[in-house]
Structures are given as C-alpha cells and as structure tokens.
Nanobody, 118 residues
Framework: QVQLVESGGGLVQAGGSLRLSCAASGRTSSSSMMAWFRQSPGKEREFVAAVRWSGSSTYYADSVKGRFTISRDNAKNTVYLQMNSLKPEDTAVYYC???????????WGQGTQVTVSS
C-alpha cells in the first residue's frame, strides 16, 4: 500500500507561481512513476507531468511544457510540481498518483485545489 498526500494548492493571480508537493509513504518502488494529473469542473482528468523515482526522465503535457517542472526528492519521498506563468485555464484540482510497476496508476492522493484568477 502507498499513501499520497498533496499540499501547496491555493489562489494565485495569472502569471504567478505555485509549488505543489506530494509526500509518499508506504511501499514505494524505484520502478514506479510519480505523476500529477488535474481535473477541472465538467472536464475529464488529464495528465500533467510524470517522473520515475529512479533515473532522470520527465514527461509533460504539451499544455504545461516550459511552464511546469516536476522534480523529486528521494530522501524525503516527495515529488514536487513547480508551476510558473500560471493561466486561468490551469485552474483545477491537482492529484498526485503513482503506480505499482507494470500497472496503471493505482494509488491517488486526495487532491489539492489550484485556482488562477485573471
């Protein structure tokens, strides 16, 4: 079992920045991916960014490339999402997720609200 707890959401003006954190506890694996997803009202949940616990590869949705950066601190079992140049369309509940190796994302956090005002 893995537990994920997000923090760092809030209200910010367009053009501003926020950093989300996701603290993982339990049986994490170096082969697992850690990812951020988001969901806004009336829309399906969408992928934002991902990183593996081991290695340096990162992955981003086109809509956030160049503005968001995902990183991890293995010593703290924490993954971060640095969000810069925020836009109103980034407003959503942001979820952290991880997977059992070889499976789809099967552990999710409770979500943290990000609201970007224009």
């Amino acid at each position: 079992q893995v537990q994920l707890v997000e923090s760092g959401g809030g209200l910010v003006q367009a053009g501003g920045s926020l950093r989300l954190s996701c603290a993982a506890s339990g049986r994490t694996s170096s082969s697992s991916m850690m990812a951020w997803f988001r969901q806004s009202p009336g829309k399906e949940r969408e992928f934002v960014a991902a990183v593996r616990w081991s290695g340096s590869s990162t992955y981003y949705a086109d809509s956030v490339k160049g503005r968001f950066t995902i990183s991890r601190d293995n010593a703290k079992n924490t993954v971060y999402l640095q969000m810069n140049s925020l836009k109103p369309e980034d407003t959503a509940v942001y979820y952290c997720a991880t997977n059992t190796p070889g499976h789809e994302y099967d552990y999710w956090g409770q979500g943290t609200q990000v609201t970007v005002s224009s």
